[in-house]
């Protein structure tokens, strides 16, 4: 059988800073690759600022083990808040 899943969490600190975390479980039958990741971003006015960190937890090894990333959001314009 193959059964692979993940789980995220993030937390926001006064709509400024947010704090992540997440877990991915692979199925052996498609390469059993896990995977922990924590991150944080920051929000200020129009930009966001991003940092994540991915772990491996499995002794199989992968190309993002040990990925660090970046990331800057512009937002531009209203917000749209009615759906």
Not at 41 to 67: C, Q, W
């Amino acid at each position: 059988k193959e059964f692979t899943w993940a789980l995220g969490a993030e937390y926001w600190y006064q709509d400024v800073f947010a704090f992540r975390t997440g877990y991915f479980n692979e199925s052996d039958d498609k390469g059993s690759r896990k995977f922990l990741s924590l991150g944080a971003g920051f929000k200020y006015t129009a930009i966001n600022i991003d940092i994540s960190y991915l772990f491996s937890t499995s002794k199989v090894r992968s190309p993002l083990e040990g990925t660090l990333r970046f990331g800057l959001t512009f937002s531009f314009g209203d917000e749209y808040d009615e759906y």
